[in-house]
């Protein structure tokens, strides 16, 4: 089985004719924040969307794919973060005359909406947990130290915040992972990638002391013997007592391999019976409410499953795979905050598989091992669907212009000046 669903709490909504919700003959939008490639926007659009709510699109660039889906409106803002953004947010509530609910796609505009929570909660419908809690889980460290306190499979792992720590590298067993803590904006911006395999501890020392003088917070992980397709996840949204929607999928292609995110990916029913009862439990032990997921890697030598770290407060990027399969998280969620009707449980499907197409065949060509396909699959691609085309033109769009961007930022030092 791969989802779990339990009667919503009692509330003021109730079904409209076309499938959405409505209060007071007023219907109840859905408003994402985030529409940008690699956020999950564009699927949680049209997982919402499909099933008939009303979806408003927020971001600040126009070009966004998701904002172009036929199935939201979209609202374009100065900023997604910050004091700016939650002015926004309260002056569109403001002309709907109803308190959506509110979804998130991004780690800066959770913790944006989660400093601002008490402002906001009376013009939306939002759940997170703790505002203390939710920094905690968001911080690899401290989810480190939570998961070990509590006694959760996790890697063995030590966290540097000066050269002096790098001393601490000697605890662990190599090859290793290095990854920031917390991906800030600088860290985002740098020339650093989000993660890095180091096969010695000389090549982890070497790598610390570039990144630690624009980022001086890391997290160096023990690498768990497998493949990419050897990661998996959990994806739930959990109310204020329950789970009301799950789902366990499998990673088959990441880009960068080993330390990259999602390129392709399929339901995985033969681990939900261990990996969905882990993460409620972790998520239970720390008191975790809202839109969530758990990734974990599956050691290939034991077979063993290690938690590698919590997405808190928002969706993922590959979110939609779960309601390619039936299980429409996102709508659980929606109609969970509602008051009204969960969606059913879903009967056996035929398994899909959700990729980015150009980020799968870069991964494929240069993959230690995994999985290239399955026979019985159908692939769905993120971005192309012939209802709804235009996310996949502009997606293409963007894609054109980065590259001519950054070649000719390469071409800089070689042209007349005249040229700019």
Not at 104 to 115: F, K, P, R
């Amino acid at each position: 089985m791969l989802a779990r669903v339990f009667p919503p709490d009692a509330g003021p909504g109730h079904a409209a004719p076309n499938g959405a919700e409505v209060n007071n003959g007023v219907p109840i939008p859905a408003v994402v924040v985030g529409g940008i490639d690699n956020g999950g926007g564009l699927g949680l659009v049209r997982s919402l969307g499909r099933a008939g709510a009303p979806v408003i699109i927020v971001d600040q660039d126009a070009s966004a794919p998701a904002l172009h889906s036929r199935y939201a409106r979209k609202h374009v803002v100065p900023d997604l973060t910050g004091r700016s953004l939650v002015r926004e947010l309260l002056t569109l509530q403001a002309t709907l005359n109803v308190r959506p609910v509110l979804f998130l796609t991004s780690d800066e505009a959770v913790l944006t909406v989660s400093q601002y929570r008490e402002e906001l909660a009376a013009a939306y419908r939002l759940r997170l947990p703790d505002h203390d809690r939710l920094r905690s889980l968001l911080q690899k460290s401290s989810f480190q130290e939570l998961a070990e306190a509590r006694g959760f499979p996790v890697p063995r792992s030590v966290q540097i915040t000066n050269a002096l720590e790098i001393a601490g590298l000697a605890q662990l067993t190599f090859p290793a992972v290095i990854k920031p803590s917390v991906k800030t904006g600088d860290y985002l911006m740098s020339r650093f990638a989000r993660g890095y395999r180091a096969a010695t501890i000389g090549e982890a020392e070497a790598l610390c002391r570039r990144i630690l003088p624009v980022l001086p917070n890391l997290v160096v992980q023990e690498w768990i013997e497998g493949a990419d397709s050897d990661i998996y996840f959990c994806l739930q949204y959990r109310g204020s007592d329950r789970t009301v929607s799950s789902f366990t999928g499998r990673k088959l292609s990441i880009w960068p391999p080993d330390i990259g995110t999602t390129a392709s990916c399929t339901a995985a029913p033969e681990a939900h019976a261990i990996l969905a009862p882990m993460t409620d439990a972790f998520f239970d032990a720390v008191s975790f409410v809202g839109m969530g997921s758990m990734e974990y890697k599956r050691d290939a030598r034991t077979g063993r499953f290690f938690m590698i770290e919590p997405t808190v407060g928002r969706v993922d990027w590959q979110e939609e795979v779960a309601t390619l399969h039936g299980v429409n998280i996102p709508l659980a969620a929606y109609r969970y905050e509602i008051g009204a009707d969960l969606p059913p449980e879903p009967e056996a499907v035929v398994p899909v598989i959700w990729r980015d197409s150009a980020r799968h065949w870069k991964a494929m060509r240069r993959a230690r091992g995994g999985i290239a396909a399955q026979p019985k699959a159908k692939v769905i691609d993120e971005y192309w669907r012939l209802d709804d085309p235009l996310p996949a033109l502009f997606h293409v769009l963007s894609t054109v212009i980065r590259i001519l961007r950054r070649t000719i930022k390469r071409l800089e030092p070689w042209l007349p000046s005249k040229a700019f």
